[in-house]
Nanobody
């Protein structure tokens, strides 16, 4: 059974930084594309970033490009999301997810079949 456990969320002032981590169970972590999504109150879940199996390719939502960086450590079965220059509009629950697609970096939630429980990020102005 696949388990994804996020950590690293919290309260930060605008302009600050946070680093989210997502630890995955299982021995085949490096075989899967991983992604980060977020959901703000009253809004739909939205794509944030995705990373290829090797970590050599990444994709970002326009709203976070240049401020966020996704990375992975396959030896530790962990994917990270470094968030810099945070804005109040980044406030949301952040989820990591594992995709069943390996040939591209999907940005639709329906292309991911395993999800973590989420970690709250709050950015104050």
């Amino acid at each position: 059974q696949v388990q994804l456990v996020e950590s690293g969320g919290g309260l930060v002032q605008a302009g600050g930084s946070l680093r989210l981590s997502c630890a995955a169970s299982g021995s085949t972590f490096s075989s899967y594309v991983m992604g980060w999504f977020r959901q703000a109150p009253g809004k739909e879940r939205e794509f944030v970033a995705a990373i290829s199996r090797s970590g050599g390719s990444t994709s970002y939502a326009d709203s976070v490009k240049g401020r966020f960086a996704i990375s992975r450590d396959n030896a530790k079965n962990t994917v990270y999301l470094q968030m810099n220059s945070l804005k109040p509009e980044d406030t949301a629950v952040y989820y990591c997810a594992r995709s069943g697609r390996w040939w591209n970096l999907p940005d639709r939630s329906q292309d991911y079949n395993y999800w973590g429980q989420g970690t709250q990020v709050a950015v104050s102005s």
